[in-house]
């Protein structure tokens, strides 16, 4: 399995429409708007090369209101930390 973080500039009219779009598509398997250089960042999983290459230029950047893509291939993982967990920590505050 191959794993990508998909870093996205997209409109800021429109990210909320922009990340589920992208959510819903194939091979995404999780898409967080945040502060910073960039608005959404979509983790994505497929089996080959040849997927990812479908993927990122043929869907993610053709969804409306998405800007420009910068995309970084993981070698390894050195956690495996329960993310959803960690991103709720302090939402009961």
């Known amino acids: 399995m191959i794993t990508a973080i998909v870093l996205i500039h997209a409109v800021a009219d429109s990210i909320p429409e922009t990340a589920q779009a992208i959510a819903d598509i ?3 398997s999780e898409v967080y708007s945040c502060a910073g250089d960039v608005d959404l960042i979509a983790l994505v ?26 995309t970084h291939i993981a070698f390894r993982s050195y956690s495996t930390a329960d993310t959803e967990s960690a991103f709720a920590l302090g939402a009961d505050e």
Do not use: N, W
Not at 45 to 70: F, N, Q
């Open 26 to 28: 194939e091979g995404v």
């Open 45 to 70: 999983r497929v089996h080959t090369h040849e997927d990812l290459a479908d993927l990122i230029p043929g869907k993610i950047s053709r969804v409306e209101g998405v800007i420009d893509t910068d």
